[in-house]
């Protein structure tokens, strides 16, 4: 859910009732879906200084939300996106291990960086964050929390009632960290989750984001889903993995994309107009070309060319959390308008091509087609799954599931089963070797003080190995 969400139809439900994501997770589960993926809007946007009410609002906090959906589920992953700059270390490892253990091994942290001040007047501590130091960061907070995760040995705690204490003590380490960003000795409140430690995504696509990831993160949410974008992009995540001392396949890659479908192209190419012209109408398309004016664009006409008029900021800088800032208003104006003049192009047929809902993260077609351009991609190991924004609550995943999912494993691109019950067996991804998690961005000295994380990993990635094959899948 978000703001490319169409709610102005009947059709659509609620954002944030629990039954709404319910019926989504649930059709995913039917899919086999490896995971059902949660972002994170700490604020929400404004627009030419007000809150943005073309926007879907209403994200209820994702840890809450996915402990709920784990009571509701039994196989399916729960990712929550959450940042690195308004949480601290231990607590947000502890919350996320909670997850993990409520959910027998199911949970994952799509971690974010969210650096801009504005989301920081939010709270206590306002934007205090350089937005150079987003990654040293994040790197210390993750090493943090992977300490933590893997700091109690898989016997810790007793077996049954036979054993002469109920917590062995030498089987827990106390996690030391002391850096320039966190001091933090704290001993961990859980055991060790059935999956090791909770699965990390992660989300940020500068080169310093990219190197975090290879380090970091067993999986990347990118932003490059066009066949040749992913390849480059594929190429580009290996070689800073290798680059980074692990596996070159340590890291899987999963675009954000979104599905049209129907039974024929030409279904197809109806329902995606109907689609657009919900997610775009004249409203949306105006407010869109505001972000970049920076002003105001009262009386220009959504089917007539774009303005020729001047921006009135140097940046465009107006809605905040559009992730459109910075960039030069003047230049980037007068190159659309010739865009958009080239094409023959208005204003809504421009911005349905342009805008972050377009044309370049959507998959449309028919189920038959679509199938084949994703088997394509698996032949050429472009993605390992997408990360799918349904543009509908609460149904917009019931034909992804019941048509494509079908087509896909009829060419045997998909799996037709869950192949093991928790999220890292779904990804394919190795028991956790966290002894390396002090590798990359140094943020100071880091030390877990006892035999007990190495006793975990051992005996617990025994039971790992001896498991199941594993599960690509679509999230
Ligand atoms: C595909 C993608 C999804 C993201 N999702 C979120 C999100 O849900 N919440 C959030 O606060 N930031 C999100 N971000 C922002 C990143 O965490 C990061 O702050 C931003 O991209 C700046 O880092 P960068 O310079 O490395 O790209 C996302 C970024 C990408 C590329």
Redesign the pocket.
């Known amino acids: 859910m978000n703001s490319s969400t169409v709610w102005n139809v009947p059709e659509a439900g609620s954002q944030t009732d629990f039954e709404s994501f319910r019926r989504l997770a649930q059709t995913a589960e039917r899919g086999l879906f490896a995971a059902f993926f949660l972002?994170?809007?700490?604020r929400l946007r404004e627009h030419l200084g007000h809150v943005h009410d073309l926007d879907v609002v209403g994200r209820p906090d994702a840890q809450t939300m996915l402990a709920a959906l784990a009571r509701v589920t039994t196989r399916i992953g729960l990712v929550a996106?959450q940042?690195t700059t308004y949480n601290d270390p231990a607590d947000l490892a502890h919350r996320l291990h909670s997850l993990d253990l409520i959910s027998g091994g199911r949970a994952a942290w799509n971690i974010?960086?969210?650096?801009n001040e504005w989301t920081g007047e939010n709270f206590r501590r306002g934007g205090y964050l350089d937005h150079a130091d987003?990654y040293t960061h994040a790197e210390a907070f993750v090493q943090t929390a992977k300490r933590v995760w893997s700091s109690w040995g898989a016997d810790a705690i007793a077996a049954d009632g036979r054993a002469p204490q109920w917590l062995d003590r030498q089987g827990i380490g106390p996690v030391h960290h002391e850096g320039e960003h966190y001091t933090v000795h704290y001993i961990s409140r859980l055991p060790r989750s059935p999956q090791g430690r909770p699965v990390l995504f992660q989300?940020?696509?500068?080169p310093?984001?990219r190197d975090f990831a290879a380090r970091q993160a067993d999986v990347v949410?990118?932003?490059h889903n066009a066949l040749d974008d992913a390849l480059a992009f594929r190429k580009d995540i290996t070689e800073r993995t290798v680059e980074a001392g692990r596996p070159a396949d340590a890291v899987k890659i999963m675009p954000?994309t979104e599905f049209v479908l129907a039974p024929t192209p030409r279904e197809a190419e109806e329902k995606l107009e109907w689609v657009r012209s919900h997610q775009i109408g004249p409203q949306q398309a105006i407010a869109y070309l505001e972000q970049f004016w920076g002003r105001a664009l009262d009386g220009v006409d959504p089917e007539g060319p774009l303005p020729d008029i001047a921006p009135a900021v140097d940046e465009t800088d107006v809605t905040r959390g559009s992730g459109f800032q910075g960039a030069k208003a003047a230049e980037l104006t007068a190159a659309w308008r010739r865009e958009a003049a080239e094409k023959g192009q208005n204003i809504l047929q421009f911005v349905r091509e342009r805008s972050s809902r377009g044309a370049s993260r959507t998959f449309s077609g028919s189920y038959a087609d679509v199938a084949d351009r994703l088997a394509e991609y698996s032949r050429l190991g472009a993605v390992d799954g997408f990360n799918i924004t349904p543009w509908l609550i609460p149904s917009g995943l019931d034909d992804i599931v019941n048509h494509l999912v079908p087509e896909l494993q009829e060419r045997g691109v998909y799996p037709t089963e869950y192949s093991g019950d928790t999220l890292r067996e779904h990804l394919g991804l190795d028991w956790p070797d966290d002894e390396g998690a002090g590798a990359g961005v140094a943020d100071g000295t880091d030390s877990v003080d006892s035999a007990g994380a190495a006793i975990g990993d051992r005996a617990t990635r025994e039971d790992h190995d001896a498991g199941r094959a594993p599960q690509p899948a679509i999230t």
Not at 39 to 42: I, M, T, V, W, Y
Not at 112 to 115: E, L
Not at 203 to 206: L, Q, T, Y
Request: no cysteine; glycine share 24%.
């Open positions: 972002g994170e809007g700490l996106t940042n974010v960086t969210t650096d987003r989300a940020g696509d500068s310093t984001g949410f990118s932003a954000g």
